[in-house]
């Protein structure tokens, strides 16, 4: 069973950039499919971005509106996600996940997802 190990959260004050890495413990990029997904107190938990096995077109929520950008190192068999100009409204625990069938129409629902990260926290505040 793979397993994921995520990394890079902090506080930051509001219009600042982070970079969370989400490193696999196996080859994963032929296997799984990888999204991202946060979820902030008291809120239910929502996808911001998948990677496909194999591929490289990455989708995003429309909450991201540019400001968050997926990638992917197979060598390291990491997954990043870079966030910049956040805001407070950006706070919540992010997570990795990795799914091996994921329904096209469903990329961005955490509920298609077997395997999952623990999460860092990430707050926005001055």
């Known amino acids: 069973q793979v397993q994921l190990v995520e990394s890079g959260g902090g506080l930051v004050q509001p219009g600042g950039s982070l970079r969370l890495s989400c490193e696999a413990s196996i080859f994963i990029s032929g296997q799984y499919n990888v999204g991202w997904f946060r979820q902030a107190p008291g809120k239910e938990r929502e996808g911001i971005s998948f990677i496909p096995k194999g591929g490289s077109r990455i989708i995003y929520a429309d909450f991201v509106e540019g400001r968050f950008t997926m990638s992917r190192d197979g060598a390291k068999n990491t997954v990043y996600l870079q966030l910049n100009n956040l805001t407070p409204k950006d706070t919540a625990v992010y997570y990795c996940?990795?799914?091996?069938?994921?329904?096209?129409?469903?990329?961005?629902?955490?509920?298609?997802?077997?395997?999952w990260g623990r999460g860092p926290d990430v707050t926005v505040s001055s």
């Open positions: 996940a990795a799914g091996r069938a994921i329904m096209h129409t469903a990329r961005l629902d955490a509920n298609n997802y077997t395997v």
